[in-house]
């Protein structure tokens, strides 16, 4: 499985921005599928983000669509989230999963599947205040 730690979570007011980073350490890294999910409590886990294992390919749940970006270095084994424009609703706990050898069909079928990710981190919790 491939390794995954989050970090760059905090408090932030609403409005503001946060960018999380996911180091991995693996070398199937750059061959994963990478996505971004979050949970807030009492609620499912659910999908914020993928990219596909060569960046050629983005989608978004509908909520942060034009808010956040996710983007990949694979020469460092790194994926991150851009947050701008945050509101209260999206505090939760932000984790960083992937998909390892991610096709480019397995990815347009499967790419907010939760249970379609093998590996997880361990997550980072993103407060925003109203």
């Known amino acids: 499985q491939v390794q995954l730690v989050e970090s760059g979570g905090g408090l932030v007011q609403a409005g503001g921005s946060l960018r999380l980073s996911c180091a991995g350490s693996?070398?199937?890294?750059?061959?994963?599928?990478m996505g971004w999910f979050r949970q807030a409590p009492g609620k499912e886990r659910e999908i914020v983000a993928a990219?596909?294992?060569?960046?050629?390919?983005?989608n978004y749940a509908d909520s942060v669509k034009g808010r956040f970006t996710i983007s990949r270095d694979n020469a460092k084994k790194m994926v991150y989230l851009q947050m701008n424009s945050l509101k209260f609703e999206d505090t939760a706990v932000y984790y960083c999963?992937?998909?390892?050898?991610?096709?480019?069909?397995?990815?347009?079928?499967?790419?907010?599947?939760?249970?379609?990710?093998?590996?997880w981190g361990q997550g980072t919790q993103v407060t925003v205040s109203s």
């Open positions: 693996d070398r199937t890294f750059s061959d994963s599928t």
């Open positions: 990219i596909t294992r060569g960046s050629s390919r983005t």
């Open positions: 999963a992937a998909q390892r050898y991610g096709s480019l069909s397995k990815y347009l079928s499967n790419w907010n599947v939760r249970n379609e990710y093998d590996s």
